[in-house]
T-cell receptor, first 111, second 113 residues
Framework: KQEVTQIPAALSVPEGENLVLNCSFT??????LQWFRQDPGKGLTSLLL?????REQTSGRLNASLDKSSGRSTLYIAASQPGDSATYLC??????????FGTGTRLTIIP | SQTIHQWPATLVQPVGSPLSLECTVE??????LYWYRQAAGRGLQLLFY??????ISSEVPQNLSASRPQDRQFILSSKKLLLSDSGFYLC????????????FGSGTRLTVV
């Protein structure tokens, strides 16, 4: 069964710190992996999409990596800000027309 | 550019009443369309997906149904709502094969009372 796991479920860090969110998946035959952000009561905003042929993607203070062999992806946030507080979801596409989601990490940046 | 519209944003319905949530996509053709549900404090659950007009795949047997009457329109329905149908419903689209990622709508908060 193809599964995606995110640990920890919640994370609090002081403002200004760099942080890493983790995502693991059970099937190395992954097509791509997408990181989303969800604010309370809102929809999902796509942050980064990494294709299976790529090792990483960057957008501003965000950097996402993908290691198919180990079944892991990380989302690195540099110089965290209170506005980064949200739930972060990773989702893997295994080529079966469906996206498999992790349960998310709730991030709180402490001013 | 492609956009996805989902409405209504919030809905309060009594138990036993019908439901119709609508989702439309603009700026693309023949998208894959999806309905997800997010219960309070829980992860995203795929309910239905469609790869073409009239083609609906159900992931979880339940009180809901979906239809795709037009290429870029996806509707989630119920004849009689249950309390357990409460949740946050999200529509999404992707290109065939999912290679360009998924784009989500802004969601509908459904409360069944």
């Amino acid at each position: 069964k193809q599964e995606v796991t995110q640990i920890p479920a919640a994370l609090s860090v002081p403002e200004g710190e760099n942080l890493v969110l983790n995502c693991s998946f059970t099937d190395s035959a992954i097509y791509n992996l997408q990181w989303f952000r969800q604010d309370p009561g809102k929809g999902l905003t796509s942050l980064l999409l990494i294709q299976s042929s790529q090792r990483e993607q960057t957008s501003g203070r965000l950097n996402a990596s993908l290691d198919k062999s180990s079944g892991r992806s990380t989302l690195y946030i540099a110089a965290s800000q209170p506005g980064d507080s949200a739930t972060y979801l990773c989702a893997a596409y295994f080529g079966n027309e469906k996206l498999t989601f992790g349960t998310g990490t709730r991030l709180t940046i402490i001013p | 550019s492609q956009t996805i519209h989902q409405w209504p944003a919030t809905l309060v319905q009594p138990v036993g009443s019908p439901l119709s949530l609508e989702c439309t996509v603009e700026g693309t053709s023949n998208p894959n369309l999806y309905w997800y549900r997010q219960a309070a404090g829980r992860g995203l659950q795929l309910l239905f997906y469609s790869v073409g007009i009239g083609q609906i795949s159900s992931e979880v047997p339940q009180n809901l149904s979906a239809s795709r009457p037009q290429d870029r329109q996806f509707i989630l329905s119920s004849k009689k709502l249950l309390l357990s149908d409460s949740g946050f419903y999200l529509c999404a689209w992707s290109s065939l094969g999912g290679g360009h990622g998924y784009t989500f709508g802004s969601g509908t908060r459904l409360t069944v009372v």
